[in-house]
């Protein structure tokens, strides 16, 4: 079955706007992280948060491991916000192997 | 400093061509990957390498060979290369369960 599943597949919003993107994540996966994948293709880390809370600027993210879902807050959202917003978890085995979703595509209009 | 570089970033190159893909880390983490993310945006895992040794080989063909000298430099060359080969390629490193990710090398295989 599909190990790491994301909502929704995409997004627009206007500047200024919040929003939420989920994830969703197997009982095979743990240690959750998000990214972002900006216009010009870079991974970039937001945050690496196995369970509980972060925030960083207007960004936060929160997981329920116990639940197995992982939510990413954006909230004032401006232009640069656009890109692909992946999250990935470690698969079982403790290789380190990333196991990613397919991505929220967020598109920010001015 | 870049934290993990990659070069080239970009590659275009023919079919049948053999090509080198080169990353190099400072970070000084044990643990460096391959990712391969196609034309759907979907990221998979290709190798994982601890202190120079092979953990991870995900059934990627045997036309892909992942070399590593030392503990900061994980190249990969691809001998005869397909137009199926396009993508973009990415390096990363983790410390513990935490992954950084290069800036991706995007090849186009014509």
């Known amino acids: 079955g599909i190990q790491v599943e994301q909502s929704p597949p995409d997004l627009i919003l206007q500047e200024g706007a919040n929003s939420t993107l989920r994830c969703n994540f197997s009982d095979s996966v743990n240690n959750l992280q998000w990214f972002h994948q900006n216009p010009w293709g870079q991974l970039i880390n ?23 879902y992982s939510l990413l807050y954006i909230s004032s959202s401006q232009t640069t ?29 001015p | 400093d870049t934290a ?8 275009v190159t023919q ?21 391969k993310q196609d034309s759907k945006k979907f990221l998979k895992i290709m190798f994982s390498y601890n202190n120079k040794e092979l953990i991870i080989n995900e059934t990627v063909p045997n036309r892909f060979s992942p070399k ?21 390629y990415f390096c990363a490193t983790a410390r513990g369960a935490e992954a950084f990710f290069g800036q991706g090398t995007r090849l186009t295989v014509v």
């Not at chain 1, 916000?81 to 209009?109: E, P």
């Not at chain 2, 079919?15 to 400072?26: F, L, P």
């Open chain 1, 81 to 109: 916000d656009s890109g692909v917003y992946f999250c990935a978890g470690h698969g079982s085995g403790n290789t380190g192997k990333l196991i990613f979703g397919q991505g929220t595509t967020l598109q920010v209009k």
């Open chain 2, 15 to 35: 079919m049948g061509n053999d090509k080198s893909i080169k990353c190099e880390q400072n970070l000084g983490h044990d643990t460096m990957y391959w990712y």
């Open chain 1, 46 to 68: 937001l945050f690496y948060i196995p369970s509980g809370t972060k925030q960083n600027g207007r960004l936060s993210a929160t997981t329920v491991a116990t639940e197995r």
């Open chain 2, 68 to 88: 590593s000298p030392d503990k900061a430099h994980l190249n990969l060359h691809i001998n005869s290369l397909e137009l199926g080969d396009s993508a973009v």
């Open chain 2, 4 to 11: 993990v570089s990659q070069t080239p970033k970009y590659l």
